[in-house]
């Protein structure tokens, strides 16, 4: 028997492009996917990932220039 639980948090994906929201659940199968190790990789290069300032933080790849 299928458990399942459920995450309740304030969730804005509703509020990306259709594509991005396919893109992240694309991420999130491919993550299930894998091991314990590479999910936690994934994971630790994500959390520095959304702790990004984009206004603030130099982004390597990123023209700040698109901000404004």
């Not at 458990?3 to 804005?12: A, G, L």
């Not at 894998?34 to 982004?59: A, C, F, G, W």
């Amino acid at each position: 028997m299928k458990k399942f639980h459920t995450i309740c948090m304030n969730c804005r994906i509703n509020e990306l492009p259709e594509n991005h929201q396919v893109t992240i659940v694309h991420l999130i199968n491919h993550l299930a996917s894998h091991t314990d190790s590479y999910q936690q990789h994934v994971m630790n290069r994500l959390e520095k990932i959304q702790k990004e300032n984009p206004y603030t933080d130099d982004i390597k790849g990123f023209d700040k220039s698109d901000l404004w």
